[in-house]
């Protein structure tokens, strides 16, 4: 999966095979979490609370450049959350 960004020990993945829904994953450490991007709920995974609230505030900032980038199935590096 193509690396959009990392940011305090979290990974943000797009992976575009075998899904009709837009979506990301975010990897921290053992744990993943996989992610709507039009309503940014977690679909499925194991993330701590804690992640799952900075992978989500992340992704309001960038919510249109990951939908973009699922549309043109072109990934691209983001700015990680400050």
Not at 35 to 57: C, H, K, Q, W, Y
Request: aromatic letters at 14%.
């Amino acid at each position: 999966m193509p690396e959009i960004t990392r940011f305090f020990g979290i990974l943000i993945k797009m992976f575009f095979r075998e899904h009709n829904q837009p979506c990301f994953y975010a990897l921290y450490g053992e744990y993943m979490g996989e992610f709507d991007i039009n309503t940014l709920n977690m679909l499925e995974g194991d993330l701590p609370p804690r992640a799952v609230s900075l992978v989500r505030e992340w992704a309001e900032l960038h919510q249109k450049e990951l939908l973009d980038m699922w549309n043109s199935h072109k990934v691209y590096k983001l700015p990680p959350l400050d």
